[in-house]
């Protein structure tokens, strides 16, 4: 089936140790979205990729990176997290930008 | 800029049919989303809407009115399974001119026997 993965779902790390979350799809969709989702609120989008190209969101954190090494993968680094990154983090997929959004299950990150 | 309103809790009883609203500001509109997301999972699309009216898709039916900014989800015969939280998802333009899709904060729904 085709679908969105991530890995880990639950990712355990030290305050200011980086850390790497990943996405795969096998949609081949053009588009991917990293977003963060903290208890009882509305998931906030990061950054995402129209293929090659990088677009990262005004309020997002220096703190975030992204890359997508190719169609199929992309990578969410946080660079030194502090206890206020914990949180959902979910990566969807879209064929296009206008068209619906695809989820896979999240990462779960623990900062202790 | 782009501003969701929704109901944070709604209670109605297995069988029931219960309607979510959501009210929205947005430039650009460009489509609305529901999703349903149960605790501690991602969320998974449920409908989608741009045009006004109703889009009936088995016990889910979501309604749009354009000019008056306002969507709702309604659910029938609800199963204790459906109780989960439910996005509504506005997309518009963003500040930089693309696609943005933002969402609500999501009603949590609790069906009760």
């Known amino acids: 089936d085709a679908m969105v993965i991530q890995n880990p779902r639950y990712q355990v790390t030290q305050f200011g140790k980086p850390v790497t979350l990943s996405c795969s799809q096998t949609?081949?969709?053009?588009?991917m979205y990293w977003y963060q989702q903290k208890s009882s609120q509305a998931p906030k989008l990061l950054f995402h990729?129209?293929?090659?190209?990088?677009?990262n969101e005004a309020d997002t954190p220096d703190n975030f990176q992204s890359r997508r090494p190719n169609t199929s993968f992309c990578f969410l680094d946080i660079r030194s997290p502090g206890l206020g990154d914990a949180a959902m983090y979910l990566c969807?997929?879209?064929?296009?930008?206008?068209?619906?959004?695809?989820f896979g299950p999240g990462t779960r990150l623990l900062v202790l | 800029g782009q501003n969701i309103d929704q109901p944070t809790e709604m209670t109605a009883t297995e069988g029931a049919i219960v309607q979510i609203n959501c009210t929205y500001q947005?430039?650009?509109?460009?489509?609305l989303f529901w999703y349903q997301q149960h605790a501690g999972e991602a969320p998974t699309f449920l409908s989608y809407?741009?045009?006004?009216g109703l889009e009936e898709k088995g016990r889910f039916s979501s309604f749009l009115s354009r000019s008056k900014g306002y969507s709702y989800l309604l659910l029938k015969e609800l199963q204790m399974k459906d109780s989960a939280s439910y996005l509504c998802?506005?997309?518009?333009?963003?500040?930089?001119?693309?696609?943005?899709?933002?969402f609500g904060k999501g009603t949590k729904l609790s069906v009760i026997p």
């Open positions: 990729y129209y293929d090659k190209d990088f677009n």
């Open positions: 809407n741009v045009l006004d």
């Open positions: 949609l081949n969709h053009n588009v």
């Open positions: 969807a997929t879209s064929r296009e930008r206008q068209e619906t959004q695809y």
């Open positions: 998802a506005v997309r518009g333009i963003s500040g930089a001119g693309s696609y943005q899709l933002t």
């Open positions: 947005t430039s650009g509109f460009n489509g």
